[in-house]
């Protein structure tokens, strides 16, 4: 915070801060104008939201949301058995009457943003984007669970375990965090006294059991030592079948690696952060024709998903998509118009005023004019 004000006084700049404390979360907001902050970020308040947003829809594997949070790219992966096994992307809607649109496939270490004609095969991580109603019509169908969880055991007491369990609780889900550090412990139980705090070692197998792991419908691993999160993760997954199980890592450089085993969900806040850094400057980086609304990294992390205003001067403007001369490997995926969420088709029209979601394989677009040859 200090750092910021200095820059500021010294030079005409942008200032992001990093604020991690939870005593801050709420003062800093009163004072950040004073202080010239264009932007307050806490890593861990990020994580915790992001977490919660996975544990309201446990089947997905991440949620990226656009358009005020009308339009949502939910991640996911086709299970053994699904009806989507070697299912052509042209027949969805044709076949199941569902409005969304396929926007990316990864398969093994391969990325596609495919056309009406990709077959999807078991094991597929598919995303989609829809309107959140859509999407879970979509889900049911495929016979998919879209309910939140219920309840959750967090282990690990950290900041992002407050965060998580204060957002939880507000919505009616029963939370249970296990933290060994006894000091930890009691200032949990002051600030969340509807959350049940068991003191103890989270990474003790017969604790776990105790605790009713084997019973729960999620499970969230924060500890502060990537390899003891992966082997409580595994733990868990090998006690249960339905149980939502989300890990936290620190550590990028081993993503690779990680992503191999057989966890659920991922959470890196490093990553996470550097990505609304990344989305806060780009949207800076406004042009004449229409500037960046939202921007997401998706696919795991080889494709950007980009939401633009149109104005005046954009050239997409009343024409047809289907006589758009558009680049390879980019998508139009997704129409807001006036609050209504729409299905891009080939005879569909972007109009001013409209936000356009844009995904795509190629990085660095700032402006929907890059979509175009």
């Known amino acids: 915070m200090l750092t910021c004000l200095i820059a500021k006084k010294l030079g005409n700049c942008q200032t992001i801060a990093r604020v991690r404390k939870p005593e801050y979360s709420t003062g800093i907001k009163l ?41 949502e790219i939910l991640k996911f992966k086709i299970p053994a058995n699904s009806v989507l096994d070697n299912y052509k992307i042209s027949s969805i809607q044709s076949d199941l009457n569902c409005d969304i649109l396929v926007c990316g496939v990864e398969r093994g270490d391969e990325v596609v943003i495919p056309g009406g004609d990709f077959v999807l095969k078991e094991g597929d991580f598919v995303s989609i984007v829809a309107a959140p109603k859509k999407g879970s019509e979509f889900f049911r169908k495929i016979g998919i669970k879209t309910n939140r969880v219920k309840d959750t055991i967090i282990v690990g007491g950290g900041d992002i375990a407050y965060y998580l369990a204060a957002r939880l609780l507000q919505t009616g889900i029963k939370v249970k965090i296990i933290e060994k550090n006894p000091e930890k412990c009691e200032h949990l139980c002051q600030m969340l006294p509807k959350a049940e705090i068991v003191c103890g070692d989270g ?11 084997a019973y729960a419908e999620s499970l969230v691993s924060l500890i502060n030592v990537d ?24 550590r990028i450089a081993y993503d690779e690696v990680i992503s191999k085993l057989d966890l659920d969900t991922i959470i890196y806040p490093k990553s996470t952060t550097a990505e609304y850094i990344v989305r806060f400057v780009r949207a800076k980086k406004n042009s004449l024709s229409s ?19 149109m104005d005046e001067k954009s050239p997409i403007l009343n024409t047809p998509i289907e006589k758009l001369n558009i680049k390879k490997n980019v998508l139009i995926a997704c129409i807001n118009h006036n609050g209504e969420i729409l299905t891009p088709r080939g005879n569909s029209v972007v109009e001013k005023g ?3 979601i844009v995904v795509t394989t190629i ?10 040859q």
Request: proline letters at 2%; charged letters at 25%.
């Open 354 to 356: 409209d936000t356009v």
């Open 291 to 309: 500037n960046i609304e939202t921007m997401h990294l998706i696919l795991d992390g080889k494709a950007e998903a980009l939401e633009f205003r």
């Open 363 to 372: 990085t660095g677009m700032n402006d929907i004019n890059d979509i175009l």
């Open 203 to 213: 990474t003790d197998n017969k604790l776990l059991l105790e605790e009713g792991i």
């Open 227 to 250: 390899e003891e999160n992966i082997l409580l993760s595994l733990f868990a997954k090998s006690q249960t079948e339905n149980c939502k199980i989300i890990t936290k890592i620190n």
């Open 31 to 71: 004072v950040k104008d004073d202080l010239g902050l264009a932007m307050l970020i806490n890593p861990s308040q990020i994580a915790a939201n992001e977490i919660a947003r996975l544990l309201r829809f446990p089947s997905a594997v991440q949620i990226d949301t656009f358009a005020k949070g009308r339009v």
